[in-house]
């Protein structure tokens, strides 16, 4: 069974720093493209972050740019979100998300198929 | 960067009703448009891909349809169980993903 599972959510103050990790298991880990989404409380989904499967490329939101850090240990078939300078409206869910290509008869496309339970982040004074 | 725009914002409809869901993009993605259904307290699921297939186990009275800025999802016969919020997200932009605001289905 594929699965992701988050951890390292917590309660910060501004300012302060968290990693986040999501161990992921049921599938060839180092052959996928990750992703992190967040949803604020009451609010719609957020793209964060992603990167390659090998780890040498990376993407940020601007809204997360130059604050937040994602990285992969393939070995340990980890994912994880390094996040500082965090700010109240950081506060969110955060999912673990896998990018699958589905090939169609004409093109690939790219999906958000496996998504983890989410690890809830709060940052509070 | 792409701006995504779902409508309506909410809407309630009744059991056994048809809603279509409108998605408008700021710029042409082909077909490379992705509808999510995530239900209250729960994470997103896929229900279609590539504008319109739909995802293996997904009920066919989902569907999909639209290219270029213009996408719809259509619900042919609601159920109790369709009470979510549906997102629609570009995949055109390789990484760089973005979501619709969301549209909140209340049966």
């Known amino acids: 069974e594929v699965q992701l599972v988050e951890s390292g959510g917590d309660l910060v103050q501004p300012g302060g720093s968290l990693r986040l990790s999501c161990s992921a298991s049921g599938f060839t880990f180092n052959t996928y493209v990750m992703h992190w989404v967040r949803q604020a409380p009451g609010k719609g989904l957020e793209y964060v972050s992603a990167?390659?499967?090998?780890?040498?490329?990376?993407f940020y939101a601007d809204s997360v740019k130059g604050r937040f850090t994602i990285s992969r240990d393939n070995s340990k078939n980890t994912l994880f979100l390094q996040m500082s300078s965090l700010r109240i409206e950081d506060t969110a869910v955060y999912y673990c998300?896998?990018?699958?290509?589905?090939?169609?008869?004409?093109?690939?496309?790219?999906?958000?198929?496996?998504w983890g339970q989410g690890t809830t982040v709060t940052v509070s004074s | 960067d792409f701006q995504m725009t779902q409508s309506p914002s909410s809407l309630s409809a009744s059991v056994g009703d048809r809603v279509t869901i409108t998605c408008r993009t700021s710029?042409?993605?082909?077909?490379?448009l992705n509808w999510y259904q995530q239900r209250p307290g729960k994470a997103p699921q896929l229900l279609i891909y590539a504008a319109s297939s739909l995802q293996s186990a997904v009920p066919s009275r989902f569907s999909g349809s639209g290219s270029g800025t213009d996408f719809t999802l259509t619900i042919s016969s609601l159920q109790p169980e369709d009470s979510a919020t549906y997102y629609c997200?570009?995949?055109?932009?390789?990484?760089?993903?973005?979501f619709g605001q969301g549209t909140k289905l209340e049966i």
């Open positions: 998300v896998t990018d699958s290509v589905v090939l169609t008869a004409s093109r690939y496309y790219y999906v958000m198929d496996v």
């Open positions: 997200q570009q995949s055109y932009s390789r990484l760089m993903y973005t």
């Open positions: 710029q042409s993605i082909s077909t490379y």
């Open positions: 990167i390659s499967s090998n780890g040498v490329n990376t």
